[in-house]
């Protein structure tokens, strides 16, 4: 879990931030700008693009809700059960809902959506809506 919150950080905008003005700081240094003082030049520098920066992860499909409404748009067959799982979202673990609601269901929705249009070119292959139940029922059964 902490290596997790790390590389969320190392990953985030405020780090990145941070490491380009952290740079610039570098430059000013190399450049002779700054004298002794280099080294805290560096790390001010860092620490100001950081604080522009404001914190918090922003994600684009993070509410149930908004996926809901993809699923809506997409017009899944009833049998897949993607109404379901979303229903059965709230009363479960808050980490493995925002792995589900942010990666695993909108890749599987994804791939559904991807396969029924090759589906008309290469007839006999697996068949979506039976790819995209598996994938819900294996969702469904980690909550």
């Known amino acids: 879990m902490a290596i997790s919150r790390a590389l969320d950080y190392l990953e985030s905008p405020r780090n990145l931030v941070g490491c380009a003005a952290g740079a610039g700081g570098l430059g000013l240094y190399l450049a002779g700008l700054t004298g002794g003082w280099g080294p805290a030049v560096v790390a001010a520098m860092y620490a100001a693009g950081?604080?522009?920066?404001?914190?918090?992860p922003k994600r684009g499909?993070?509410?149930p809700a908004a996926l809901a409404e993809r699923v809506?748009?997409?017009?899944?067959?009833?049998?897949?059960?993607?109404?379901?799982?979303?229903?059965a979202l709230g009363a479960a673990d808050r980490e493995?809902?925002?792995?589900?609601?942010e990666w695993e269901l909108p890749v599987a929705l994804d791939g559904y959506v991807r396969?029924?249009?090759?589906?008309?070119?290469?007839?006999?292959?697996?068949d979506p809506v039976a790819a995209l139940k598996a994938e819900v029922d294996r969702m469904a059964a980690q909550l």
């Not at 950081?50 to 918090?56: I, R, T």
């Not at 493995?96 to 609601?101: G, H, Q, S």
């Not at 396969?115 to 697996?126: K, Q, S, T, Y």
């Open 61 to 63: 499909t993070s509410e």
């Open 72 to 87: 809506a748009a997409i017009g899944l067959p009833s049998s897949v059960g993607a109404e379901a799982l979303l229903a």
């Open 96 to 101: 493995r809902v925002r792995r589900i609601v």
């Open 50 to 56: 950081a604080l522009l920066v404001p914190w918090g």
């Open 115 to 126: 396969a029924r249009c090759w589906e008309a070119l290469a007839p006999g292959g697996v």
